[in-house]
């Protein structure tokens, strides 16, 4: 019977300790080949916190699926700063260009309700309106309305 185990953990940056070894100590599974496996696949994330998910069986054999990144990880990294700001309609902490809105919609693409790259982007902008994180200098309500009447579709066209 296989048992699953689901943490963050930072981008190639696993190891034996919490969250990830309290969860798998009392498994049958190898710590240290998991915590390998896991730095293995999400290297390409270097320190950005991402889901995995680690299913288990019995006899020790394990597989392991990596998600993407949450948004807010995601521009936080992009852009980035460490936090986002305590009053994101006053005070921006930081801003991103149309390429790197782009970017982490493509990324994230696949988790979104959305079906185009045009409108990826406006659900990253959305995240981007909690954050205080400014597009092309401008407040991303503002963004999603200049995205909305097509002054984007240029950038944000389907590859």
């Known amino acids: 019977m296989a048992d699953t185990i689901e943490v963050l953990v930072p981008g190639g940056q696993a190891n034996p300790g919490p969250p990830l070894g309290p969860e798998l100590g009392p498994t049958p599974v190898d710590v240290q080949a998991v915590v390998e496996e896991i730095n293995d696949q999400t290297a390409a994330f270097d320190g950005t916190e991402v889901p995995v998910t680690v299913e288990y069986e019995e006899d020790g054999s394990f597989s392991i ?77 503002g963004f999603k309305a200049k995205v909305d009447a097509g002054e984007f579709d240029d950038v944000l066209a389907e590859a």
Do not use: H, M, W
């Open 65 to 141: 699926d990596v998600g993407v990144p949450p948004t807010a990880e995601l521009i936080k990294d992009e852009a980035g700063f460490e936090t986002g700001s305590g009053e994101p309609q006053e005070n921006f902490v930081a801003d991103l260009s149309i390429e790197q809105l782009k970017s982490i919609a493509e990324q994230k693409q696949s988790d979104l309700l959305s079906y185009d790259t045009k409108n990826a982007a406006k659900e990253v902008a959305g995240t981007c309106v909690t954050l205080g994180v400014t597009i092309e200098g401008e407040d991303a309500r």
